[in-house]
């Protein structure tokens, strides 16, 4: 089967970093995406892994284990803006090749 | 370029009602997907269209639902005997399809929130 956990809620002060850890079950693996969600708009494409080891993008910074089945968001310099839902998101071959199976999201609120 | 976008932003309807839901996919991109999103979930595959075929639509809750993409870019999702729990976000995503599977991301449209009365 199919799993994809991660924490419901998080909280952080504005300037700080934050840690936000998915793990996965999957039959088959072909990258994990993760995703920010702000409430009421789209998910928004933020960084994709398909090879274990720590890829890094401005603020945000995505990291792979594939033996572990897990991975995790790193967002530094923390802004207000960044209160968002982030979505952990892992393309599954046993479930068909395009398809994109998502945990729940953390909601992550930035305060002062 | 413009993005994906989805009319109508929100549609509320009658139990029983029939709906469509349309999906304008980034131009050029071969592949579309349809999402479902309910409160406080992440968003959850129906359908997946490569080109004017439906490539896997194991996600269609049950018979009720279908999608159609006749010419291969806009695509329209049906439900026919709305319920009230078909009320959710319906997400409409597409990727360049043409790529290896490494790099083929998917970009969403805004979605239309459907409230089933």
């Known amino acids: 089967g199919q799993n994809i956990d991660q924490p419901t809620e998080m909280t952080a002060t504005e300037g700080a970093i934050v840690q936000i850890n998915c793990t996965y079950q999957?039959?088959?693996?072909?990258?994990l995406f993760w995703y920010q969600q702000h409430a009421g708009e789209a998910p928004t494409f933020l960084s994709y892994n398909v090879l274990d080891g720590l890829e890094e993008k401005g603020r945000f910074s995505s990291f792979l284990s594939r033996s572990k089945g897990y991975s995790y968001l790193l967002l530094k310099e923390l802004q207000m803006k960044d209160s968002a839902s982030y979505l952990c998101a892992v393309r599954d071959t046993a479930g068909g090749y395009n398809k994109l199976i998502f945990g729940a999201g953390t909601r992550l609120a930035v305060h002062p | 370029g413009a993005g994906v976008s989805q009319t109508p932003s929100n549609k509320v309807t009658e139990k029983g009602k029939y709906v469509e839901l349309r999906c304008d996919p980034i131009?050029?991109?071969?592949?579309l997907y349809w999402y479902r999103q309910s409160l406080g979930q992440g968003p959850e595959f129906l359908i997946y269209?490569?080109?004017?075929?439906?490539?896997?639509d194991s996600g269609l809750p049950n018979d009720r639902f279908f999608a159609v993409r006749p010419e291969g870019s806009v695509s329209t999702l049906k439900i026919q005997r709305t319920e009230r729990g078909d009320s959710a976000v319906y997400l409409c995503?597409?990727?360049?399809?043409?790529?290896?599977?490494?790099?083929?991301?998917?970009?969403f449209g805004p979605g239309t929130r459907l409230t089933v009365l």
């Open positions: 131009s050029g991109h071969t592949a």
């Open positions: 269209f490569q080109g004017t075929g439906a490539a896997d």
């Open positions: 995503a597409s990727s360049p399809g043409d790529r290896g599977p490494g790099t083929d991301t998917q970009y």
């Open positions: 999957t039959s088959g693996f072909n990258g």
